[in-house]
């Protein structure tokens, strides 16, 4: 399967990240904001949902893959600490908080509660495959899955 390269510039664009991005596992470690250069930027290892859904009976896959959001002016954490850089965090989605056009929020929304919240000038978001997939144990599951 070829890797994921997708690029989001508005709220619709973010959902089909979004959408890629669910039960992603993030370290905190793996996080960082870089001020200067207005960028908040993660590495996660995503879900493969698309061949989960396609490619009946494959086992299921995860990937590494590299998330960069542009044009960042401030970044908030909510619900883990910061010096625990080995936590690993469960992605649960991202939303747009629309502000003064084109500007607004984007908050990475994680399990157990965890947020961070990033103020942008616009949605200039991307995300890529950096590498080879590896067998996932099991597919992840969720309350409305029962």
């Known amino acids: 399967m070829e890797d994921l390269k997708l690029i989001a510039l508005d709220p619709e ?70 010096q625990q850089k080995d936590t690993a965090l469960d992605l649960l989605a991202l939303t747009f908080e629309a502000g003064e056009e084109p500007s607004g929020a984007v908050t990475l929304h994680f399990a157990g509660g965890g947020a961070v919240r990033l103020e942008v000038e616009c949605i200039e978001v991307e995300l890529r495959d950096l590498g080879a997939a590896w067998r996932a144990n099991s597919k992840p599951m969720h309350a409305s899955d029962d």
């Not at 669910?22 to 879900?47: E, H, K, P, S, T």
């Not at 859904?53 to 909510?78: K, N």
């Open 13 to 82: 664009d973010l959902q089909v990240l979004s959408c890629h991005l669910q039960d992603a596992v993030i370290r905190v470690g793996d996080m960082a904001y870089l001020r200067r250069d207005m960028r908040f930027a993660a590495i996660a290892n995503r879900f493969d949902w698309e061949r989960a859904a396609t490619d009946e009976g494959a086992p299921y896959q995860r990937r590494r893959a590299g998330l960069r959001f542009e044009r960042v002016t401030s970044a908030r954490i909510h619900g883990f600490d910061l």
